[in-house]
């Protein structure tokens, strides 16, 4: 691994929020995350009271429940010098839309702001805090890069992964048309407006298909789950991963959703 | 119109499947996004000029009283007329009332979705007066009896051989051998038919983009120029716009202006950005002998001071639903409201309330397109959630979405029992999966698996892992 100067001094202690979806279906980018946040030279730990950012009670309009769960989030998590997540969405729900949550609450307001002035998204943590420049990894293979909604236009997470991807020996990056657009999962929006999503992620994985790679990466599980799920349903061959895996150089894992057709 | 928003999902069921607007909505997705975007990189300013706007109309909303009351006196000074209407009834009745005054039979209308959310044109048949829509847009889905699918493009759910086929239905005196086959010769058809209509009409009705105060002048944009023959031509200018268009200065308009066609078609300016300030004066060669403005609250007022205040800096470019993937994919009409899209998810609970329209704030991503590209900076996203909480507090929620989510955050809410039960199901659930790695059906995940397959998890879950990882490592350390 090649790093400029971190923005930090010493070795900081970061707590891994390893996302529901990540902790449930796919383990493997939460070693992957632990790998790569070892390697830049983080003392990683994993707290055990870490279930769901809140984000499908908050989206669903449940301000008490998402209380509840920001509340227990931030007792796991505060003790930290950084709170890193494998995922734009969920990064962003700590970081962005916790604060709100508390908004003219004495006890919990600040509380909440200093959490999130703490929270990162973990491949701009990298580049951006660990000034990671080069993971070391390598893998022959030809990958489009999805921009997840959240990380991109709350996070503003577009050049970090294509950079960490570019210095990656044997990867060959085609970037697809309309990467900045939505792949129609949403959270529930997937299940709730089924046909909707389709209609969108169908876009998508033309899009993809178009690009001539044959891997696609991106950085939250979600939308990999529903882009993975679609072009297997497809028939497609394109293989499907966390872009974390890859630049951990840990894909010995099957990709989402198996390979093959 | 009738408001079907409820029915969204039936109605965006249809849409899907229409081979005519899934075409014409292609349109949509390749024009308006890349020439705004050309628009907007060739203005480095751009987005600072989106920071004055927002603070110019913020400064409005928190004075809007003072302002409006300035801009009524400037309006009068001017020799026009102003009259107050608190909801659509009440604005009907006073247009009907002026077109009755000046005894007309036809009136000319130039764009305007106020009106179309007084339902103004039915209003007006209904008592025997004929509304003529001049914008090319409106004219055709005036002629097909729609309504506008789009605030800036009414007809843009239509493809040129509807509209042909249309103009060959209806203007059966012109030949029936005249080429119709391109845009162009459809514009120069329709102009040709309205140019006779704006002579017979005894009253010009338009909108605003603006309204400004110092002056008590209304701004109309357009590009085809039929917004300023509706009303400089009839004896009779009606203006019709709701409360929030008022800006403070002449300077103020100039600052939106420039955002507002980059954001709406990516031109620099509309091709006409027309001033009226009160009837045609004694030197003027030319202009209307009255000039009326209705100013509609309808809701407007009862948002400020509210989470959804902000909505009321929107100046309508369309900028939302241009980069919207939902209405990319369904159109304006499934949304069943007069304003579509993502400011119409916000804006149309807040007109019409939010049990008639619950399913709008909810058909959204959350992707955030729209914020990103919102010249007023709506944070749209954030006043649908508001609103998806109002319907929560209200049990209007969907009791399937309800208790789904109630089950779910029971888990959340409880560590111990989230990872107990997690460490049992997900192993269970990725031998299901086999080798394949992926479901292509599972009870109860139908909504996922009806169009796609959903990938099998890997087995023990990252929690369940990462402790035995620790314990074995503390073990081998021992």
């Known amino acids: 691994m090649t790093l400029n100067e971190p923005k930090v001094a010493g070795q900081p202690r970061v707590g891994l929020f390893a996302t529901c979806l990540v902790d449930l279906f796919r383990p493997s980018v939460g070693f992957a995350s632990v790998k790569l946040l070892q390697d830049a030279g983080c003392e990683v730990h994993v707290p055990i009271a870490q279930t769901c950012c809140g984000q499908p009670a908050y989206n669903t309009g449940d301000k008490a429940d998402t209380r509840a769960i920001a509340e227990q989030v931030i007792e796991a998590f505060e003790g930290f010098d950084f709170i890193v997540a494998p995922s734009g969405s969920c990064a962003a729900m700590l970081k962005k839309h916790y604060p709100g949550l508390f908004e003219g609450d004495a006890l919990w307001e600040d509380r909440a702001k200093a959490f999130s002035g703490k929270c990162h998204e973990l491949i701009s943590f990298l580049t951006d805090v660990m000034m990671v420049r080069d993971t070391g990894a390598r893998l022959d293979a030809k990958v489009t890069y999805h921009d997840s909604c959240s990380g991109l236009r709350e996070l503003g997470i577009q050049e970090q992964p294509r950079k960490l991807l570019a210095n990656v020996n044997g990867v060959e990056v085609h970037e697809m048309a309309d990467s900045d657009v939505c792949c129609g999962f949403g959270g529930t929006f997937c299940v709730k407006y089924s046909d909707i999503s389709n209609a969108i992620v169908t876009k998508k994985v033309g899009n993809i298909d178009a690009s001539g790679a044959d891997l696609l990466l991106a950085g939250d599980l979600g939308c990999l789950m529903n882009m993975a799920g679609k072009l297997k349903r497809q028939g497609s061959d394109v293989e499907v991963r966390h872009v974390a895996e890859v630049l951990a150089g840990m894909t010995s894992q099957p990709p989402i959703a198996g390979s093959g057709k | ?478």
């Open chain 2, 1 to 478: 119109m009738e408001l079907t928003s409820n029915k969204f999902k039936e109605n965006a069921a249809r849409a899907l499947v229409d081979l005519q607007l899934q075409k014409a909505l292609g349109n949509v997705e390749k024009g308006f996004i890349g020439k705004r975007q050309k628009s907007v990189d060739a203005l480095p300013e751009f987005d600072a000029l989106r920071d004055n706007a927002r603070d110019i109309k913020n400064h409005v909303l928190a004075h809007l009283d003072l302002y409006l009351e300035e801009y009524e006196r400037k309006v009068l000074a001017a020799g026009g007329h102003v009259h107050w209407a608190e909801t659509a009834e009440d604005a009907r009745r006073i247009v009907l009332e002026i077109c009755q005054k000046a005894g007309a039979r036809t009136v000319t209308k130039g764009k305007s979705m106020i009106t179309e959310e007084i339902a103004l044109n039915d209003h007006l048949e209904a008592n025997g007066i004929e509304p003529v829509e001049t914008d090319l847009g409106e004219y055709i889905i005036q002629l097909r009896g729609e309504h506008p699918s789009h605030i800036i493009a009414p007809a843009v759910h239509l493809n040129k051989e509807q509209v042909e086929s249309d103009f060959r239905r209806v203007h059966t005196h012109l030949p029936e051998g005249r080429d119709l086959s391109e845009p162009v010769s459809l514009l120069s058809e329709a102009r040709e038919v309205l140019r006779q209509r704006y002579f017979a009409a005894d009253v010009g009705i338009t909108g605003a983009n603006f309204l400004i105060a110092e002056t008590g002048t209304s701004v109309i944009v357009t590009n085809e120029g039929n917004g300023d023959l509706t009303q400089t031509l009839g004896k009779v200018h009606v203006v019709v716009a709701s409360i929030e268009k008022i800006v403070p200065t002449l300077e103020d308009t100039a600052q939106i202006l420039r955002v507002l066609a980059r954001s709406a078609t990516g031109q620099d300016m509309s091709v006409y950005t027309t001033f009226s300030t009160g009837p045609k004066r004694a030197d003027d060669p030319d202009g209307p002998d009255e000039y009326h403005v209705v100013l509609l609250d309808n809701g407007r007022s009862a948002m400020l001071g509210t989470e959804y205040q902000d909505m009321l800096r929107c100046i309508r470019c369309g900028a939302c639903m241009n980069h919207c993937p939902v209405y990319h994919a369904v159109g304006g009409h499934a949304y069943g409201s007069v304003y579509p899209g993502p400011m119409g998810a916000v804006l149309t609970p807040s007109l019409n309330g939010i049990d008639e329209t619950g399913q709008l704030p909810n058909a959204s991503t959350f992707c955030g397109r729209c914020e990103a590209v919102c010249p007023m900076r709506i944070p749209l996203p954030k006043m649908m959630r508001h609103w998806r909480e109002r319907e929560f507090e209200r049990n209007l929620t969907p009791l399937t979405a309800r208790y789904g989510l109630k089950a779910w955050a029971f888990f959340a809410k409880r560590p111990r029992l989230y990872r107990l039960a997690a460490s049992f199901g997900m192993p269970l659930l990725s031998l299901m999966g086999g080798s394949s790695r992926r479901f292509h059906s599972l009870p109860f995940a139908g909504g996922w698996t009806r169009h796609r397959d959903l990938p099998a998890p890997e087995g023990r879950t990252f929690l369940q892992a990462w402790a035995q990882r620790e314990t074995q490592k503390q073990e081998a350390g021992q």
